[in-house]
């Protein structure tokens, strides 16, 4: 008797060097673990251009010489890879050198990605029309589902008549564990419907109740 192939479910996370990769990882680790033949592989991007200006011209305008920058990037990926393994996921790291869309592309193609898990610094407006967003164009041509990981935060610059969370609200969630939303002040305001149905007796088997 053959054998079915072991269900297999491959998350790869996009970090580069910012403070956003632990984010990204944690995501990572998360989701991995919540499914079964969960696989996890990271790649780090050593961009070419501050590589080859390293390379050839030493570092007159700061940028450490290339053999640094790749120890550097190196290490960072090990300390990511570590991250994952303290929460309890063994991690495979892929550190690659050329342009971090190409290269994030292929690799998601390479290792038949199921989900790519990419971090964004929301840059500001003018720097998106000079460099454009690493996150969006892996959104738009990567060949799989793209998850994009940002910190959190209670306000958008985009949108700036979003309030921050009710700090009641927010008091009343962690003291019920979830069982209640919203404090006594936005109660009234967000009604929580609940609809039930019940099938009568002889119509299927038995009677059902469902709950929203």
Not at 8 to 34: C, H, K, N, P, Y
Not at 78 to 106: C, D, F, Y
Not at 119 to 141: C, F, M, N, Y
Request: aromatic share 4%; hydrophobic share 40%.
């Amino acid at each position: 008797m053959t054998q079915s192939p072991r269900k297999r479910t491959l998350f790869l996370a996009a970090v580069d060097a910012s403070a956003i990769a632990e984010a990204v990882i944690d995501q990572a680790v998360t989701m991995t673990r919540g499914v079964e033949g969960g696989e996890l592989h990271v790649v780090h991007v050593v961009d070419t251009i501050p590589l080859a200006a390293a390379t050839v011209g030493g570092s007159p305008f700061g940028i450490p010489s290339a053999a640094v920058l790749m120890k550097t990037s190196r290490e960072h990926l090990e300390r990511l890879l570590h991250r994952a393994e303290q929460q309890g996921v063994k991690a495979t790291g892929h550190l690659v050198t050329g342009n971090p869309r190409t290269s994030i592309l292929q690799l998601t193609a390479e290792l038949e990605a199921d989900l790519l898990l990419s971090g964004t610094h929301d840059p500001g407006r003018i720097e998106r029309l000079l460099l454009g967003s690493v996150a969006e164009t892996l959104v738009r041509k990567a060949p799989c589902p793209v998850l994009v990981v940002r910190a959190r935060r209670n306000e958008s610059p985009e949108v700036p008549e979003i309030l921050p969370p009710c700090p009641d609200c927010v008091a009343v969630r962690q003291a019920t564990g979830g069982e209640k939303i919203w404090c006594e002040r936005h109660s009234e305001r967000h009604i929580r419907a609940h609809t039930f149905y019940e099938y009568p007796q002889g119509f299927g088997s038995g009677s059902s109740t469902f709950h929203s």
